[in-house]
């Protein structure tokens, strides 16, 4: 998400830290092509052109321009701005007795999927979360939401396929949720193609009789400027309290972010990243203005990190890693862990900087298949193999090649570069660069530009 925003306000940035001295001339300058940066990542017109103004009048002021490094200062209001743009601090939801939490939005948002994720996200967090199914236009959704709501776990209320009363089944699912043990119910309302007086009409309706706590809408974040005129339709309606975004990772733009917010003045609550259940996150404005101007999200890392791994393991493998004892039977399992924390690129995204780096990877770097290949590769070693790689060769390449289904080539690639690995492993020097490069010091880009070309990326060709 953000990602043609974060670059050219990169682009933008660098320039301004460039210059000798801030003039307003080059402040205006600047600004102008933030501008043009948030309308081509599809920013509403109003809201970019307030938020442009309110940098603005901060930007070209005296201390600002007098300042030892100005360019810096005028990026720090920028960061400020932005973040207060996207809401200020990390709105929670309201779960106080009777909690109720009413889903709305267009179809091909994402609510059903929503809800079961909402719902497996309140689980884990101690709350007691039961699922109504209230889409009676859609009878897939009802099934969708059961078969979801089987796989988290939670209870789910079902109507009949027959029923069409919208308020009707709203009171018998309360008289349902009455004999579960629950503390609040997510409801999963229908969506349309568009916006249309019934939809409004009958939300209006099952919004006064819920009176739900929160009122949140879903909203694809590849909506673009259609996202204000619906933000505020449903607004209109039925009085957010706050957004959930939706498929955050297959836009890179993101202007449904920053125009929804501003436009509506509700929170975004919650952010969809991926398709696994398990991907809804908490929005936190301020860590999302970090990640656009390439400040990473060290704090999201390690909460997506901590939530997904065996701590023992982790630190098993880590002591070994210290120790140079490091073999393929360690690198199956970090394989593993790996996998299990999701799309590698989406989580090295929240690195500081990572947007540089990537570019100086190969462009297979992240592709899942090549994984799925190297991992078959270690499945064809023997134990012994694993842990003494060193014993690998001619006659036992070929047969690991052939049972792997890859090729001599790509057996010899990866053995290659674990053995470059192991030998910077067993370096202090090397491994202390490596940390450094990591935690985005100022030669960081330079540091990670010699790992690689040292051992290139596991499974791909050095380049």
């Not at 100086?360 to 298949?369: E, T, V, Y």
Request: net charge positive.
């Amino acid at each position: 998400m953000f990602q043609s925003l974060a670059d050219s306000l990169d682009k933008t940035f660098r320039n301004l830290r460039g210059v000798g001295k801030i003039s307003e001339s080059n402040v205006t300058d600047a600004l102008r092509e933030i501008r043009l940066a948030l309308l081509e990542a599809d920013v509403e017109f109003s809201v970019a052109r307030d938020f442009i103004n309110r940098i603005k009048d901060k930007a070209v002021g005296v201390d600002v321009l007098k300042s030892i490094k100005p360019g810096e200062q005028i990026v720090k209001i920028f960061h400020d701005e932005l973040a207060a743009l996207l809401g200020g601090d990390n709105a929670p939801l309201d779960l106080n007795p009777p909690a109720r939490i009413l889903l709305c939005g267009l179809n091909g948002a994402g609510k059903t999927t929503t809800a079961a994720k909402l719902a497996y996200r309140l689980k884990k967090e101690g709350r007691r979360p039961v699922l109504v199914a209230i889409d009676l236009y859609r009878p897939a959704a009802i099934e969708q939401l059961a078969t979801l709501a089987r796989q988290v776990e939670v209870p789910c209320y079902t109507p009949d396929a027959s029923e069409k009363d919208l308020v009707k089944v709203a009171k018998d699912a309360l008289k349902w949720a009455e004999t579960q043990d629950h503390s609040v119910i997510i409801f999963d309302t229908a969506g349309r193609q568009e916006l249309d007086d019934n939809l409004i009409t009958e939300l209006k309706k099952l919004h006064t009789f819920l009176a739900p706590k929160e009122t949140l809408l879903v909203a694809d974040s590849a909506a673009g400027q259609q996202a204000v005129s619906v933000a505020t339709h449903f607004n209109d309606a039925v009085g957010l309290t706050g957004i959930i975004l939706t498929k955050l990772d297959g836009d890179a733009r993101g202007g449904a972010a920053l125009s929804m917010r501003a436009v509506t003045g509700k929170p975004i609550k919650y952010i969809g990243e991926g398709e696994k259940i398990d991907q809804l996150g908490e929005f936190h404005p301020v860590r999302m203005a970090d990640r656009i101007l390439g400040m990473g999200d060290i704090v999201g890392m390690v909460e997506q990190v901590a939530d997904k791994i065996n701590e023992a393991d982790a630190m098993r493998s880590a002591q070994r890693m210290a120790e140079g004892k490091f073999d393929f039977t360690d690198f199956l399992d970090q394989m593993k862990m790996i996998q299990n924390m999701g799309p590698l690129e989406g989580l090295l995204g929240l690195l500081p900087g990572f947007s540089k780096i990537k570019k100086q990877l190969p462009s297979n770097a992240f592709d899942g298949k090549k994984m799925k290949r190297t991992e078959a590769i270690v499945l064809s070693m023997t134990k012994d193999e694993r842990v003494r790689p060193e014993i690998i060769r001619g006659t036992r390449r070929a047969r690991i090649a052939k049972g792997s289904g890859t090729t001599l080539q790509e057996v010899n690639a990866l053995l290659k570069q674990f053995g470059q690995m192991r030998e910077m492993m067993r370096s202090p020097h090397k491994m202390k660069n490596m940390m450094k490069a990591m935690s985005g010091g100022a030669d960081s880009l330079d540091q990670l530009g010699d790992m690689k070309r040292g051992f290139g990326t596991f499974g791909g060709k050095r380049r």
